[in-house]
């Protein structure tokens, strides 16, 4: 009998590798594939070029005053990313060279491709890349026809299926504009997706404050361990006990919104002593409560790991708990960096800067997309309840809208920094140019030209360095 994984490999991989391959042959028969023709390669990437759309740019750039005062953010931006994002890779590097082999990511988790990094799902991830792809590129091209910078064309790039956009703008045109007017077509891919990233938070934020609420203020609850307390626990009127999907509020008449409560409530229990646990019953549908025997870590190795005398003094319910409550989850994705009460959770005092590293973070807590066992802790109404399926028409949307957010976000931060093809290696490099006019303005253009092309390849360099030691260094022995 074939394995699933044979078929599944069959199916999703060289099935389509194959097709993709007899298209490019096909293409090629035609004569449909080369330099001028609609169709090109760059490497693997199949290149679909069309003139369509073209004035589409032109009536958008006609509002020049708004687009270079879009641009002329965008600059400010950039910069200001670029250097940001220098540090935080040196950081990293740093960072990485500590880090043992054991506690390394990954290798996949350090490229953002959907379905190949496990933490980004390939429905959503694909959809928002696509969507960020696309929009950013069709931004430099309504900048450049607002700067007088003509576009050749604009087009697909495929690899097996569609993965972005570009827009083939006028090299001799480009070339011949002020420095001023170039950058502003290289930083509107940043500012867009920026911009882009701004509105689909407020869109989302709109969506969940006018339609979701947490059905308690507690810890969720993923799974019950086997043979602990939680899985014997019954209330007094029935049979069904605590569950995957129920909300823990409160342990022996301590509150608990989140699991740092929950775990310094059991820490003030010893094994073996009865406690009342309140929790919100799904199959109830409201707040229900039982008195429970806790149980002693110790005679649950199979769960539990740490010294004999540490799990012979810990109390334990027996339930797997979301990384961040719910409650949490959702003020993030309401309110972004102004959810307060995060700092705690990455040991930050600054919650500005807390929650907007959750925010980024909340794919590496499992716990997005909400789907499953995850929808259940909330109630759905309002526009997305209209959307039907019982709230799950408007989670595939809320989960969207975020992946929208997130995408635009790191590909705005991932294009501002310092090194070509990126926007922002050009803005260095025109930043470089500057600098260097002014420090050395004897020089001449050949000497000028020079230097510029060192200082942008020694960039570029660089970052692709630092970029792989922050892979590599981590999982050599």
């Known amino acids: 009998m074939v394995s699933s994984l044979y078929v599944d490999l069959l199916l999703y991989l060289v099935v389509p590798v194959l097709l993709y391959v007899g298209v490019i042959f096909a293409l090629h028969r035609k004569g449909w594939l080369g330099k001028d023709r609609p169709f090109g390669l760059l490497g693997p990437l199949l290149l679909w070029k069309t003139v369509h759309g ?5 009536r958008l750039g006609r509002y020049r005053r708004f687009w270079n005062a879009f641009g002329d953010l965008g600059i400010i931006l950039g910069l200001l990313g670029m250097v940001a994002m220098f540090a935080v890779l040196l950081w990293s590097a ?9 506690a390394a990511p990954p290798l996949t988790e350090a490229l953002v491709i959907p379905g190949l990094n496990p933490l980004v799902p390939i429905g959503y991830g694909l959809l928002a890349l696509i969507v960020s792809v696309v929009l950013h590129e069709f931004s430099h091209g309504i900048l450049a026809r607002a700067n007088d910078v003509r576009v050749k064309s604009l087009g ?58 947490v059905k308690a203020n507690g810890v ?9 307390p939680a899985a014997n626990t019954t209330v007094t009127m029935g049979s069904d006990g605590i569950a995957a999907g129920d909300l823990i509020t409160a342990v022996n008449g301590t509150a608990t919104p989140s699991i740092i409560d929950l775990e310094s409530a059991l820490h003030a229990t010893h094994p073996g002593q009865t406690v009342q646990v309140q929790w919100y019953s799904q199959t109830r549908g409201g707040i229900v409560s039982s008195p429970v025997t806790l149980g002693e870590a110790l005679h649950f190795p199979q769960y539990f790991s740490g010294s004999t005398e540490l799990l ?4 334990i319910l027996g339930v797997g708990e979301t990384t961040l409550p719910p409650q949490t989850i959702l003020d993030l994705l309401t309110k972004g960096p102004a959810a307060t009460g995060t700092g705690a959770m990455i ?47 408007g989670w595939i949307v809320v989960n969207s809208l975020y992946w929208l957010v997130w995408m635009n976000l790191l590909l705005g931060i991932f294009n501002a920094l310092p090194a070509v093809p990126l926007d922002g290696g050009f803005l260095f490099r025109d930043m470089a140019s500057a600098v260097a006019r002014r420090l050395r303005p004897a020089w001449t253009s050949a000497q000028l030209e020079g230097v510029v092309n060192a200082a942008s390849i020694s960039a570029t360099l660089v970052v692709f360095f630092l970029i792989l030691w922050e892979v590599i260094i981590p999982h050599l022995p």
Not at 97 to 102: E, L, N, R, T, V
Not at 363 to 388: C, D, K
Request: without cysteine; hydrophobic residues 50%.
């Open 312 to 315: 012979r003094n810990t109390s």
């Open 54 to 58: 073209r004035r589409l740019l032109d």
């Open 220 to 228: 969720g609850v993923l799974s019950v361990l086997a043979d602990t």
């Open 94 to 102: 740093w960072r990485a060279s500590s880090i043992p082999a054991s």
């Open 347 to 393: 040991n930050s005092n600054n919650d500005v800067f807390a929650s907007s590293v959750l925010f980024i973070a909340l794919p590496i807590t499992n716990e997005l997309p909400v789907q499953g066992t995850m929808a259940q802790f909330y109630s759905v109404g309002g526009p997305l309840g209209a959307l039907g399926g019982n709230g799950a028409n």
């Open 156 to 213: 697909v790039l495929f690899l097996v299926v569609p993965m972005g956009a570009f827009v083939e703008q006028d090299e001799e045109d480009l070339t011949q504009a002020p420095a001023r007017k170039r950058d502003r077509i290289a930083a509107a891919g940043v500012m867009a997706n920026f911009a882009l990233a701004l509105l689909f938070f407020l869109l989302l934020s709109g969506l969940l404050v006018t339609s979701v609420h």
